[in-house]
T-cell receptor, first 116, second 114 residues
C-alpha cells in the first residue's frame, strides 16, 4: 500500500486567493510529480522533482509553483486562483535509480479544487 | 512530444462479456504501464511491460506490448462489476530528458453492468 498523502482532499475557494496543496510521502522516494486531471480524462504532468532542491516544469504549462526542500514533501502553490484552475491535482512519487522510467509511480488520492 | 492514443474512450458492457482496450503511438517507448483509477482516488499500477511482444497475465486481465514497443492492449475476460473504473496506459520514454516521466493516454472509462 502506497504511503503518499494529499491535503486537502477537497477545496472550494474564491478567485484571487492564494492556495497551497500539500503532498507528503513516507517511502523515501527521490522522484515526485504533480499531475492535473479533469474528470475521467488523462493526466497531464505539470511539475516534477528528482530530489531535494530539484524542480522542473512538466509538459502542461501551469501557473502554479512547487518547492522541494525536504525529500518527503512536495507542495504546490497557486498565488492567485482562477476558475480556469478548477481541476483535480494528483501527486505521485517513485524511486530513483536507473530503471529508465520502469519504476512504479505511487499516487496520492488527489485534491479536487473548485475556484468560484 | 510522445502521444498515446487510447481507445475506446467509453465502454459499457454486461457482466461476463470480454473486452479489449488499445493504446497506440507513433513513438517507441522503453516501457508501458497500465493503471486503474476509481472515482475519488489516484491511479494504481496494474502492470509494467518492457519487452517487445511481451504478454503478462493478471487473473482475468491480459496485457500485451507490441513487437515494436509502440502499442499495447489490455484484454479483460468475463468482466465483472468490480472491473468498473478508468483504465489508463502510460508510456515511459527512452531516457534523456524524459527519464522517469510518463506520458498518459486519454483513458478508457469502463462500466460493467450486473
Amino acid at each position: 500500500e502506497a504511503d503518499i498523502y494529499q491535503t486537502p482532499r477537497y477545496l472550494v475557494i474564491g478567485t484571487g486567493k492564494k492556495i497551497t496543496l500539500e503532498c507528503s510521502q513516507t517511502m523515501g522516494h527521490d522522484k515526485m510529480y504533480w499531475y492535473q486531471q479533469d474528470p475521467g480524462m488523462e493526466l497531464h504532468l505539470i511539475h516534477y522533482s528528482y530530489g531535494v532542491n530539484s524542480t522542473e516544469k512538466g509538459d502542461l504549462s501551469s501557473e502554479s509553483t512547487v518547492s522541494r526542500i525536504r525529500t518527503e514533501h512536495f507542495p504546490l502553490t497557486l498565488e492567485s486562483a482562477r476558475p480556469s484552475h478548477t481541476s483535480q491535482y494528483l501527486c505521485a512519487s517513485s524511486e530513483g535509480g536507473t530503471s529508465g522510467g520502469r519504476e512504479t509511480q505511487y499516487f496520492g488520492p488527489g485534491t479536487r479544487l473548485l475556484v468560484l | 512530444t510522445q502521444l498515446l492514443e487510447q481507445s475506446p474512450q467509453f465502454l459499457s458492457i454486461q457482466e461476463g462479456e470480454n473486452l479489449t482496450v488499445y493504446c497506440n503511438s507513433s513513438s517507441v517507448f522503453s516501457s508501458l504501464q497500465w493503471y486503474r483509477q476509481e472515482p475519488g482516488e489516484g491511479p494504481v499500477l496494474l502492470v509494467t511491460v518492457v519487452t517487445g511482444g511481451e504478454v503478462k497475465k493478471l487473473k482475468r486481465l491480459t496485457f500485451q506490448f507490441g513487437d515494436a514497443r509502440k502499442d499495447s492492449s489490455l484484454h479483460i475476460t468475463a468482466a465483472q462489476p468490480g472491473d468498473t473504473g478508468l483504465y489508463l496506459c502510460a508510456g515511459a520514454g527512452a531516457g534523456g530528458t524524459s527519464y522517469g516521466k510518463l506520458t498518459f493516454g486519454q483513458g478508457t472509462i469502463l462500466t460493467v453492468h450486473p
